[in-house]
Structure formats: structure tokens, C-alpha cells
């Protein structure tokens, strides 16, 4: 039964630490995204890739949050500095898409690293 | 960016009863998924829709891509305790380019089911 896996599954960390999550897609699945949810923004994009080029990252803060992909078996989302608001349950999704081909449109997601920033 | 409007926003029900929540947009979406949330996991999907007009079951949930691809529903019959939990819908835009795969998600309806 194949699965997106996240490491780890909660870190409590304290203001100003780096943050490291880390996510393995669906062996074969050539997209990857990161999403963020909160009670109150819900689940809000924050970066894709594809065949581990980035296609989109407008949703993420630049200042502080980056995401790689250094093979096609890890994908990584890092805050560095950490706030108190960037806690919440941070989410990696992949998928098998071919563009022009809306039957690829699903996404799996995996359990989530929930954030704790003190 | 893109809009869902998902509703109702919470729902209390006896279990037994069945029940019924929607998604509508005011651009067209090419691709509608329902997903369920269960506490401390990730969303699984539930019934992907491809084509409007389509009506899928899963067993007891049945989810319908709106004639107009601006809309969908999910509809559970006879719900039970395990159905707990958060419905999101999630749809593509209708972008084309490599926006496939790209979901807008709905804020989720949080279903309470009492025994």
C-alpha cells in the first residue's frame, strides 16, 4: 500500500530555531506540493514541484521558509527563523501528473508534521 | 486566487440519518475530489469527479461534478460514528498550462455524528 510519508510527526521547537520537515512522495509520482492548514486559513498551498523543479512558490513567505527537492525520493520544506505563527500542521501531497490530462488531477496526501514554534 | 465555497460549515446529526454538503465556485473546475480528514491525519481521498454531469458511489457516499462545472455535492447515507471527521471538496481550475494537479480546496465541513 503506497504511501507519502512526513518526518517528524510533531515538532515543538523554540522562536528563531531552524526547521526542518522532510517528505517522501509515492514512488513514481512526479509531483509534490506543500501545504500548510490552520483552524483559521485552512489548507493553503505553498509549493509544487514537478519532477523536482519547482512550479510554484508564491504561496510560501520567501523570507523564511525555503523547499528542495534534492532527489526524486525526498522533497523538504525548511523555516529558518521560526515564529510563533508559522505553527501548524504542515502537509505533503504527491500525485502522478501529466499536463493536458485531468483524469492525473488527484493528490495523496501524507499523515502531516504538526509545528509547535514557542 | 481562486474560491470555494464550501457548506454547510459543521454538522451535527444522529447517526442513521443522511447527509448532504456542497461545493460551488463562480469560474469554472475541470476536476472536483472529495477528501475526509480524520483528527491528527492527513486528508484521504474519498471520490474523484472528471466529467460534468458524473455521479460516482462509494459505497454509502455518492459525490455528483455539477452540469455547470461550478459546483459538486457528496451525499453520505446512513451515517455512522466512524463518519466523523472533515469533508473538504477540492477542484482545478479550469487554468490549463502545468496547473494540472493544482487543487483549490473548500474550508471543510466538520461532521459530528451522535450515536
Known amino acids: 500500500d503506497a504511501r507519502v510519508t512526513q518526518t517528524p510527526r510533531h515538532k515543538v521547537t523554540e522562536m528563531g530555531q531552524e526547521v526542518t520537515m522532510r517528505c517522501q512522495p509515492i514512488l513514481g509520482h512526479n509531483t509534490v506540493f506543500w501545504y500548510r492548514q490552520t483552524m483559521m486559513q485552512g489548507l493553503e498551498l505553498l509549493a509544487y514541484?514537478?519532477?523536482?523543479?519547482?512550479?510554484?512558490d508564491s504561496g510560501m513567505p520567501k523570507d523564511r521558509f525555503s523547499a528542495e527537492m534534492p532527489d526524486a525520493t525526498l522533497a523538504t520544506l525548511k523555516i529558518q527563523p521560526s515564529e510563533p505563527r508559522d505553527s501548524a500542521v504542515y502537509f505533503c501531497?504527491?500525485?502522478?501528473?501529466?499536463?493536458?490530462?485531468?483524469?492525473?488531477?488527484?493528490?495523496?496526501f501524507g499523515p502531516g508534521t504538526r509545528l509547535t514554534v514557542l | 486566487g481562486q474560491q470555494l465555497n464550501q457548506s454547510p460549515q459543521s454538522m451535527f446529526i444522529q447517526e442513521g440519518e443522511d447527509v448532504s454538503m456542497n461545493c460551488t465556485s463562480s469560474?469554472?473546475?475541470?476536476?472536483w475530489l472529495w477528501y475526509k480528514q480524520d483528527p491528527g491525519e492527513g486528508p484521504v481521498l474519498l471520490i474523484a469527479?472528471?466529467?460534468?454531469?458524473e455521479l460516482t458511489s462509494n459505497g454509502r457516499l455518492t459525490a455528483q461534478f455539477g452540469i455547470t462545472r461550478k459546483d459538486s455535492f457528496l451525499n453520505i447515507s446512513a451515517s455512522i460514528p466512524s463518519d466523523v471527521g472533515i469533508y473538504f471538496c477540492a477542484g482545478r481550475p479550469d487554468a490549463g498550462g502545468t496547473s494540472y494537479g493544482k487543487l483549490t480546496f473548500g474550508q471543510g465541513t466538520i461532521l459530528t455524528v451522535h450515536p
Open positions: 469560474s469554472i473546475f475541470n476536476t
Open positions: 469527479l472528471y466529467k460534468a454531469g
Open positions: 514541484f514537478r519532477n523536482r523543479a519547482p512550479l510554484d
Open positions: 501531497a504527491s500525485g502522478l501528473v501529466n499536463d493536458g490530462d485531468t483524469y492525473t488531477d488527484t493528490q495523496y
